[in-house]
C-alpha cells in the first residue's frame, strides 16, 4: 500500500482526498492514514499509528480498508482514459441488465461491445459480448435466431480465439527477444540469430493468416531489435520509421499503447543518432519531451523521470559526438537541477551515467574544478552498480582534472589509484593509458615543453593502435593530448578529429 501511495501523481491525489470526502462519511481516518503515509519517506508503522491515533489491533484492519478505497478511486480515476476498462465496465453492465431482466437493453448495448470491441481489437472483451449473446438467445427461447446465426456465434468464437492466440505468439517472440538481448548486453551476432530463429519459427505458424495491429506492433518490434542486435541500424531505423508512423496514423493506437509508442521514439532516437540523421534526431527529441504534457501517456509510471533520463542522456552523447561542449553547459545546468529533483527515482546507473557525461562537458568546455566535482560524485558508486569503462575513465579524468588545476602534491597517488582500477580490469588495459598516465605523474614534477606533449602524442597514437581501444568513447585522452602538443583547447582539438 505503501509503495502504491508514493506512486501516486499530484492529480491522482486530489482526486483520492475528494473521494474520500464524497464517498465515506468516516473517510477521515483513511485520509488521516493516507496523508500520513504520503508524507513519510520511509514506511514507519509506529510512526503512522501515533499520528492517526489508530489502536494497534485495528491499525492492520484500516490499512486494507485503506488499501481498497484506493484501489477503487484509481479504477474510477481511469476509467474515462482507458478503452479496456470502459468495455470491460460495459460488459457488466450487459450482464447487469441481464439479470434485470432487460433482455432488450442488454442485446442493444452488447451490439454496441461488439463494435468498440472490434474497433479496438480487444478480443477478450468480444469473447465475453458473444457469450452474452447465447445467454440472450437462449433467454429468448432462440425466438429470433436460426441455426446459421448460431453457427456464426461459433465460427467467430473460433475466429476471435485465433486472434488471440496469434497475440499471443507474436507477444511471445518479443518478450524473448527482449531477455535475449538482456542477456547479450546490447547487439550480439550470436544471439541475434536466436532471435531471427525464434521469429521465423513464429512467421512459419502464422503464415497466411491476417495479422491484427497488435500481433503487427510485436512483430516489428522484434524485427527492429533483431536489426539492432545484428548491427544493422539502417534496417532497424526503417522498421521504427514505419512502426511510428502507423501509430500515430491511426487516432485510437496511441491512447491504447502509450508505452509500446515511448519505446518505439526511444529506440528510433538512437538509430537516428547512430545514423547521423541530425534533424529526425533533433524533432524526436522535442517530441519525446512533449509527452509529459499528452493526457494518453499520464499513466505510465515515472513518465517525467523517463522522459528526462532518455532525452538527456541521447542529447549529451549527441553534443559529444558533434564536440558542441561549451554549447552544452546550460544543459549540463538542467541535469544537475533535475537530478536533484528526481533523487532516487532514477535508477543507480542511469544516475551515473548523466553525471559522468556531465562531467566529459565540463572538461571539453575547459572547466575543471566544477568537472572534478562531479567525478569525486560519480567514483562514490559502489563498483557493482556501475559499468568498467566509465568507472576507469572517470579515474582517468580525474588524473588530468587535478594536473590541469595545478594539483601537483597529489598527482601520485591519483595516478597509483587509477592504475590499480586499470589492473583490476584485464580487458581494459592499454598501453597508451599507462603512457599517459606515466608522463601525466612526469609532468607534475617537471613541467613539459610543447614538444614533450607531440612526443607523448606520437607513442599513444603507436600504443593504442596496437590494442583494442574500444573504451576511448567515454573519454578521447588523446585529443587532450594532441590539444596540449598543438596549444589549442580540447573542444578545437575534438572538431579537427572529428573532421580528420
Given at each position: 500500500m505503501f509503495e502504491l501511495i508514493k506512486s501516486l501523481n499530484g492529480p491522482e491525489k486530489r482526486y483520492f482526498t475528494l473521494y474520500l470526502r464524497r464517498h465515506f462519511k468516516d473517510g477521515n481516518i483513511s485520509l488521516s492514514l493516507f496523508q500520513t503515509l504520503q508524507n513519510q519517506s520511509i514506511y514507519n508503522e509506529d510512526a503512522a499509528v501515533k499520528a492517526t491515533a489508530v489502536s494497534r489491533n485495528h491499525f492492520a484492519v484500516q490499512k486494507t480498508i485503506l488499501y481498497k478505497q484506493l484501489l477503487q478511486a484509481l479504477i474510477q480515476y481511469n476509467a474515462d482514459s482507458d478503452v479496456l476498462q470502459r468495455l470491460q465496465q460495459e460488459v457488466f453492465a450487459a450482464?447487469?441488465?441481464?439479470?434485470?431482466?432487460?433482455?432488450?437493453?442488454?442485446?442493444?448495448?452488447?451490439?454496441?461491445?461488439?463494435?468498440?470491441?472490434?474497433?479496438?481489437?480487444?478480443?477478450?472483451?468480444?469473447?465475453?459480448?458473444?457469450?452474452?449473446?447465447?445467454?440472450?438467445?437462449?433467454r429468448e427461447q432462440f425466438r429470433n435466431v436460426s441455426a446459421e446465426d448460431i453457427q456464426g456465434h461459433y465460427a467467430e468464437t473460433g475466429q476471435r480465439t485465433d486472434d488471440i492466440l496469434a497475440e499471443s505468439a507474436y507477444r511471445f517472440a518479443y518478450n524473448s527477444a527482449q531477455k535475449i538481448q538482456l542477456q547479450a548486453g546490447g547487439k550480439s551476432d550470436a544471439k541475434a540469430k536466436e532471435v531471427k530463429?525464434?521469429?521465423?519459427?513464429?512467421?512459419?505458424?502464422?503464415?497466411?493468416?491476417?495479422?491484427?495491429?497488435?500481433?503487427?506492433?510485436?512483430?516489428m518490434q522484434t524485427e527492429a531489435l533483431y536489426h539492432f542486435m545484428n548491427r544493422d541500424t539502417a534496417k532497424a531505423f526503417d522498421i521504427n520509421t514505419e512502426f511510428i508512423a502507423m501509430m500515430e496514423a491511426d487516432s485510437a493506437l496511441i491512447p491504447l499503447y502509450p508505452q509500446r509508442y515511448f519505446a518505439a521514439l526511444n529506440n528510433y532516437l538512437i538509430d537516428c543518432f547512430n545514423l547521423s540523421r541530425t534533424e529526425a534526431f533533433q524533432t524526436t527529441l522535442a517530441k519525446m519531451r512533449e509527452l509529459k504534457d499528452n493526457?494518453?501517456?499520464?499513466?505510465?509510471?515515472?513518465?517525467?523521470?523517463?522522459?528526462?533520463?532518455?532525452?538527456?542522456?541521447?542529447?549529451?552523447?549527441?553534443?559529444?559526438?558533434?564536440?558542441?561542449?561549451?554549447?552544452?553547459?546550460?544543459?549540463?545546468?538542467?541535469?544537475?537541477?533535475?537530478?536533484?529533483?528526481?533523487?532516487?527515482?532514477?535508477?543507480?546507473?542511469?544516475?551515473?551515467?548523466?553525471?559522468?557525461?556531465?562531467?566529459y562537458m565540463l572538461f571539453g568546455a575547459g572547466k575543471y574544478e566544477a568537472a572534478s566535482a562531479i567525478l569525486d560524485s560519480v567514483q562514490q558508486y559502489s563498483r557493482a552498480e556501475t559499468a568498467a569503462a566509465p568507472?576507469?575513465?572517470?579515474?582517468?579524468?580525474?588524473?588530468?582534472?587535478?594536473?590541469?588545476?595545478?594539483?601537483?602534491?597529489?598527482?601520485?597517488?591519483?595516478?597509483?589509484?587509477?592504475?590499480?582500477?586499470?589492473?583490476?580490469?584485464?580487458?581494459?588495459?592499454?598501453?597508451?593509458?599507462?603512457?599517459?598516465?606515466?608522463?601525466?605523474?612526469?609532468?607534475?614534477?617537471?613541467?613539459?615543453?610543447?614538444?614533450?606533449?607531440?612526443?607523448?602524442?606520437?607513442?599513444l597514437e603507436s600504443a593504442d593502435s596496437k590494442t583494442d581501444a574500444a573504451y576511448s568513447n567515454y573519454f578521447e585522452y588523446r585529443v587532450y593530448v594532441s590539444a596540449q602538443a598543438r596549444r589549442i583547447p580540447y573542444e578545437v582539438a575534438w572538431r579537427s578529429e572529428k573532421d580528420r
Amino acid at each position: 500500500m505503501f509503495e502504491l501511495i508514493k506512486s501516486l501523481n499530484g492529480p491522482e491525489k486530489r482526486y483520492f482526498t475528494l473521494y474520500l470526502r464524497r464517498h465515506f462519511k468516516d473517510g477521515n481516518i483513511s485520509l488521516s492514514l493516507f496523508q500520513t503515509l504520503q508524507n513519510q519517506s520511509i514506511y514507519n508503522e509506529d510512526a503512522a499509528v501515533k499520528a492517526t491515533a489508530v489502536s494497534r489491533n485495528h491499525f492492520a484492519v484500516q490499512k486494507t480498508i485503506l488499501y481498497k478505497q484506493l484501489l477503487q478511486a484509481l479504477i474510477q480515476y481511469n476509467a474515462d482514459s482507458d478503452v479496456l476498462q470502459r468495455l470491460q465496465q460495459e460488459v457488466f453492465a450487459a450482464k447487469l441488465l441481464l439479470q434485470k431482466g432487460l433482455t432488450h437493453q442488454a442485446k442493444v448495448k452488447v451490439r454496441q461491445i461488439k463494435a468498440d470491441a472490434a474497433q479496438y481489437e480487444q478480443h477478450e472483451i468480444a469473447l465475453q459480448a458473444i457469450q452474452l449473446e447465447s445467454v440472450i438467445a437462449a433467454r429468448e427461447q432462440f425466438r429470433n435466431v436460426s441455426a446459421e446465426d448460431i453457427q456464426g456465434h461459433y465460427a467467430e468464437t473460433g475466429q476471435r480465439t485465433d486472434d488471440i492466440l496469434a497475440e499471443s505468439a507474436y507477444r511471445f517472440a518479443y518478450n524473448s527477444a527482449q531477455k535475449i538481448q538482456l542477456q547479450a548486453g546490447g547487439k550480439s551476432d550470436a544471439k541475434a540469430k536466436e532471435v531471427k530463429a525464434l521469429l521465423k519459427t513464429i512467421n512459419t505458424r502464422q503464415a497466411k493468416k491476417p495479422l491484427t495491429r497488435k500481433a503487427l506492433m510485436d512483430k516489428m518490434q522484434t524485427e527492429a531489435l533483431y536489426h539492432f542486435m545484428n548491427r544493422d541500424t539502417a534496417k532497424a531505423f526503417d522498421i521504427n520509421t514505419e512502426f511510428i508512423a502507423m501509430m500515430e496514423a491511426d487516432s485510437a493506437l496511441i491512447p491504447l499503447y502509450p508505452q509500446r509508442y515511448f519505446a518505439a521514439l526511444n529506440n528510433y532516437l538512437i538509430d537516428c543518432f547512430n545514423l547521423s540523421r541530425t534533424e529526425a534526431f533533433q524533432t524526436t527529441l522535442a517530441k519525446m519531451r512533449e509527452l509529459k504534457d499528452n493526457p494518453a501517456f499520464k499513466k505510465l509510471s515515472n513518465l517525467e523521470v523517463n522522459i528526462f533520463r532518455i532525452t538527456y542522456q541521447a542529447e549529451l552523447n549527441y553534443l559529444i559526438s558533434e564536440g558542441e561542449f561549451t554549447k552544452a553547459l546550460a544543459a549540463v545546468k538542467d541535469v544537475k537541477e533535475r537530478l536533484q529533483k528526481y533523487g532516487d527515482s532514477i535508477p543507480v546507473h542511469h544516475r551515473m551515467n548523466l553525471e559522468y557525461l556531465s562531467a566529459y562537458m565540463l572538461f571539453g568546455a575547459g572547466k575543471y574544478e566544477a568537472a572534478s566535482a562531479i567525478l569525486d560524485s560519480v567514483q562514490q558508486y559502489s563498483r557493482a552498480e556501475t559499468a568498467a569503462a566509465p568507472d576507469v575513465m572517470t579515474a582517468v579524468m580525474q588524473v588530468i582534472c587535478h594536473y590541469e588545476m595545478k594539483s601537483y602534491s597529489i598527482i601520485d597517488s591519483l595516478v597509483k589509484s587509477c592504475k590499480r582500477k586499470l589492473n583490476n580490469h584485464k580487458e581494459m588495459l592499454s598501453e597508451g593509458i599507462f603512457e599517459l598516465l606515466n608522463a601525466i605523474n612526469g609532468f607534475a614534477v617537471k613541467l613539459p615543453t610543447e614538444n614533450d606533449w607531440k612526443k607523448l602524442s606520437a607513442r599513444l597514437e603507436s600504443a593504442d593502435s596496437k590494442t583494442d581501444a574500444a573504451y576511448s568513447n567515454y573519454f578521447e585522452y588523446r585529443v587532450y593530448v594532441s590539444a596540449q602538443a598543438r596549444r589549442i583547447p580540447y573542444e578545437v582539438a575534438w572538431r579537427s578529429e572529428k573532421d580528420r
